[in-house]
């Protein structure tokens, strides 16, 4: 058993930075495929980013690319998600997932979110 919660979210003005942060507990944290989902007012759940247990395989998805980065540390069990250039459009809620399948949908642990809010 996994359990995820997740800090780090806030107001930022469009073009700022943010830096989300997430802390398991359980002493599988280090097995799995982690990452980030996010889901905004009246849309589905999305994939934002995912990193291997390993550290060595990261995918992000094109709205990430370029602006955000995701990294982990199995010994603090933590997994961190940098967020630049912010845009009002990523305002949402953002969950930790640890477990992610390879559909970018699924996941056997989530966290309960983080709000992050751009302004423009």
């Known amino acids: 058993q996994v359990q995820l919660v997740e800090s780090g979210g806030g107001l930022v003005q469009a073009g700022g930075s943010l830096r989300l942060s997430c802390t398991a507990s359980?002493?599988?944290?280090?097995?799995?495929?982690v990452g980030w989902f996010r889901q905004a007012p009246g849309k589905e759940r999305e994939f934002v980013a995912s990193?291997?247990?390993?550290?060595?395989?990261?995918d992000y998805a094109d709205s990430a690319k370029g602006r955000f980065a995701i990294s982990r540390d199995n010994a603090k069990n933590t997994v961190a998600l940098l967020m630049n250039s912010l845009k009002p459009e990523d305002t949402a809620i953002y969950y930790c997932?640890?477990?992610?399948?390879?559909?970018?949908?699924?996941?056997?642990?989530w966290g309960q979110g983080t709000q992050v809010t751009i302004s423009s």
């Open positions: 997932a640890a477990g992610l399948a390879n559909d970018r949908l699924r996941a056997a642990y």
């Open positions: 359980g002493r599988t944290f280090s097995w799995y495929r």
């Open positions: 990193i291997s247990a390993s550290s060595d395989v990261t």
